[in-house]
């Protein structure tokens, strides 16, 4: 394997012997992923340390293959990286999986689950794996349910609190999510946040932006800005997030928003078909303004 040469704004810490596979190159045909780690100075650059394996998907039967670990140098340090050929992507209808582990010849290391999935926005559009895609949240109140029942009524949880029992299960039935941040200090948390293939998004609230440096901890993960009028927007947001209410107080200024608009309006019932079709209500509502990359409910 190469020396790797672009690796600017990969943060590392002195706490850790490695941080988690990050999805570099990926095409239809082949997939680069590594992980930043400490030195283990007895390998060499080419030496196979691990492997990478999959795709698992617990709903549908796969045939696992084995990737090579390698590891290798870059200008950010010591690496171990594979590649995956014709990857399987991660999507809610088919949440592909990978694992990984390596070994720095005493220890092995399990680097956790991976999935291959392009999540992005370009214009006033999302698109998940380069096909456009329209959220539809719900925000995580009152009736608890598991994420196989989210997926059942093909709708994004929005959340507060997160954990890593509920990011894994997520991911693996096919669940997206979208964090609430409520916290001041996100320095490093961000990285952390972006490892898990179900968490789509961050949400900061008004008047609060990420650090400088958010888009690099963090390249898997949409950053998005609530915000109240076109105005208020930062250069950081990927994606708008605005009350229906500022949306039809404004809406000849809607246009000016050079990011995807997810649309939020507060709504309380006692299931989650109840407020799918609440979303379905809020689409209708604003549909003489425009289509939104959003509704959440």
Not at 45 to 73: I, K, M, N, W
Not at 105 to 117: C, F, H, M, Q, S
Not at 197 to 213: C, K, N, Q, R, S
């Amino acid at each position: 394997m190469p020396v790797c040469e672009d690796f600017e704004g990969i943060m590392t810490t002195d706490q850790v012997h490695w941080l988690h596979l990050r999805v570099g190159e990926c095409t239809e045909h082949r997939a680069f992923v590594y992980a930043l780690i400490s030195p283990i100075g007895r390998f060499k650059p080419g030496d196979v340390v691990g492997q990478v394996r999959g795709p698992f998907c617990v709903h549908s039967s796969t045939l696992p293959a084995t990737y090579p670990l390698r590891f290798a140098e870059s200008v950010a340090g010591p690496i171990v990286s594979a590649v995956i050929t014709d990857p399987c992507p991660w999507s809610p209808e088919q949440p592909m999986l990978y694992t990984a582990e390596f070994t720095d010849g005493e220890l092995k290391y399990d680097l956790g689950g991976l999935a291959i999935r392009r999540f992005a926005a370009r214009g006033n559009s999302l698109y998940l794996n380069g096909k456009r895609w329209v959220i539809r949240g719900i925000f995580d109140w009152g009736p608890v349910a598991d994420s196989a029942t989210w997926r059942q009524h093909a709708t994004v949880r929005v959340v507060r609190r997160l954990d890593e029992t509920l990011l894994s299960e997520a991911a693996k039935q096919g669940v997206l999510i979208i964090e609430q941040l409520m916290a001041r200090k996100f320095h490093g948390e961000l990285s952390h946040r972006g490892r898990f293939p179900a968490l789509a998004m961050a949400l900061f609230p008004e008047g609060l932006a990420p650090p400088a440096d958010a888009r690099e901890q963090a390249p898997n993960l949409l950053l998005a800005q609530r915000i109240s009028h076109p105005s208020e927007l930062g250069a950081w947001a990927h994606v708008a997030w605005m009350e229906a209410e500022a949306i039809q107080q404004f809406p000849n200024l809607i246009s000016t928003i050079p990011v995807p608009i997810i649309a939020v309006r507060r709504y309380r019932g006692d299931s989650l078909a109840a407020a799918r079709a609440a979303i379905d209500t809020l689409q209708a509502d604003l549909a003489p303004i425009g289509q939104f990359a959003g509704y959440v409910v």
